[in-house]
């Protein structure tokens, strides 16, 4: 009897994983849109030639949609400039840009989904801030936070398109994979973000 109560017993461990794997595979791949504009490339990554955290991403043709890569809320929105903290990490997405350039199409207090279209931009640069609090209780943008990492560790890409010519050979182009200079720690301080729960798919972020 105790012999058959073994053979009957369930794999909850492999279904719990394989549920979670599925899971992750979902948040991925349910919006099309899961990056930052729709047909874009990245002209700079963040602390090429000097200490500046962000990075510059351009469209390949006059305005492209610009994208929420997260779910959260607008806690900024202006002409050209955009400040966005999503819902599950204490981060402060950053997006600025000449107004000529960086059509913003949100307002303060809203809610944006994960692929939602928040503007137009032809040109535009993307920071990623730690949120901290001051001692009087306001929100503070803290340490910098290496941006196209940030995505990648969310699942999320620099641009929905690909055109597969090499525009670019910035390190920060690589989407899934990536290997960040040392040089970005090192000497301006910016860090690598942590593990999210898309840490299941086949991301990798180094630093080299």
Same mark, same amino acid.
């Given at each position: /009897?105790? &012999? *058959?109560?073994?053979?009957?017993?369930?794999?909850?461990?492999? /279904?719990?994983?394989?549920?979670?794997?599925?899971?992750?595979?979902?948040?991925?791949?349910?919006?099309?849109?899961?990056?930052?504009?729709?047909?874009?490339?990245?002209?700079?990554? !963040? *602390? %090429? $030639?000097?200490?500046?955290?962000?990075?510059?991403?351009?469209?390949?043709?006059?305005?492209?949609?610009?994208?929420?890569?997260?779910? $959260?809320?607008?806690?900024? =929105?202006?002409?050209? !400039?955009?400040?966005?903290?999503? %819902? %599950?990490?204490?981060?402060?997405?950053?997006?600025? *840009?000449?107004p000529a350039a960086f059509l913003v199409q949100m307002h303060s207090g809203d809610t944006v989904g994960a692929g939602q279209q928040v503007g137009l931009a032809s040109a535009f640069t993307?920071?990623?801030?730690?949120?901290?609090? !001051?001692?009087?209780?306001?929100?503070? /943008?803290?340490?910098?936070? &290496?941006? =196209?990492?940030?995505?990648?560790?969310?699942?999320?890409?620099?641009?929905?398109?690909?055109?597969?010519d090499t525009t670019t050979q910035a390190w920060c182009a690589g989407n899934r994979t990536l290997v960040v200079p040392q040089t970005v720690a090192s000497q301006c301080g910016t860090t690598? #973000?942590? #593990?999210?729960?898309?840490?299941?798919? #086949?991301?990798?972020?180094? /630093?080299?």
């Amino acid at each position: /009897m105790a &012999e *058959g109560s073994k053979k009957n017993k369930h794999p909850y461990g492999a /279904m719990f994983w394989g549920a979670v794997g599925l899971a992750a595979a979902f948040r991925a791949l349910y919006r099309p849109w899961r990056a930052l504009v729709n047909d874009g490339f990245p002209q700079r990554c !963040s *602390g %090429d $030639g000097s200490c500046d955290p962000s990075m510059t991403v351009s469209s390949y043709s006059g305005q492209t949609e610009v994208y929420a890569p997260v779910r $959260g809320v607008v806690a900024v =929105a202006a002409p050209g !400039s955009l400040l966005i903290i999503p %819902d %599950d990490q204490a981060v402060v997405l950053e997006y600025r *840009g000449d107004p000529a350039a960086f059509l913003v199409q949100m307002h303060s207090g809203d809610t944006v989904g994960a692929g939602q279209q928040v503007g137009l931009a032809s040109a535009f640069t993307f920071a990623v801030w730690t949120l901290t609090r !001051s001692t009087a209780g306001a929100p503070v /943008m803290g340490a910098a936070i &290496e941006p =196209a990492s940030w995505l990648t560790t969310h699942g999320a890409r620099i641009s929905a398109h690909n055109h597969g010519d090499t525009t670019t050979q910035a390190w920060c182009a690589g989407n899934r994979t990536l290997v960040v200079p040392q040089t970005v720690a090192s000497q301006c301080g910016t860090t690598l #973000p942590a #593990p999210s729960g898309y840490a299941l798919l #086949p991301l990798s972020v180094t /630093m080299s």
